[in-house]
């Protein structure tokens, strides 16, 4: 069985990096779930490395709000609280509001096949009950309608926030309840994005990620 943490070279990257890479994942899809320490020791012996590199790894995992200092006890994966939960998914629905109605206006003929086709692909995901494959299905479709607004510092800014975006939306993908739902949702952006209708793609936006916040809280019992 491969290990999670198992390092691979990348020649163009510092290893500091590609350790920072490797330990982000296992944390975005829960393979260093929330609380577990992060024992620099241990990890290095793991990964094959000095621990230098994974002090480094860990100062940047603590940037990005993604693991947490404490006294007398070092480095531990962040937990998911109600207020973290909240306070991202504030961000995301102001920000994808903004993107889908720009791109009620901008989207052009190839970029609206492109959504289209990645609705469909996203439905297949979720028949392949491929958890990974669902999740990253669903960022392609809400990357397109970002990329549609036509505004590069809206791009930029959801792109910066796009890990802290991903680990939530992962959790939300594994409930399998929720699939045809998600389904639905995408089907009707597309359709109110096709149809230029600004005011009900921001309200399926909002209902969408106000679904997805309840979802959470409830599966992590955070309510």
Known sequence: MKDFLQVTADEYLPLRDVVFKTLRKAILLGELEPGERLREIQLAERMGVSRTPIREAIRMLELEGLVVM???????VSQITAKGLKDVLEVRTAL????????????????????KTAMEEFEKAIHSKKE???????????????????????MQMTSNLS?????YRYEYVKDAGRHKELIEEHRRMVESVECKDKEKAA???RLH???????????????
């Open 209 to 223: 990620i106000a679904n997805q916040e309840t979802a959470i809280a409830r599966k992590l019992h955070l309510e």
């Open 163 to 167: 890990e802290q975006f991903y680990r």
């Open 96 to 115: 994808e509001e903004l993107a889908i109605k720009l791109a009620c206006d901008r989207i052009d003929g190839e970029q609206l096949e492109r959504l």
């Open 132 to 154: 990974i494959k669902i999740a990253e299905a669903d960022v392609k479709f809400h990357d397109i309608i970002v990329e549609a607004s036509g505004n590069g510092r809206l």
């Open 70 to 76: 404490k006294p007398r006890c070092g480095a531990e």
């Open 203 to 205: 309200e399926i936006v």
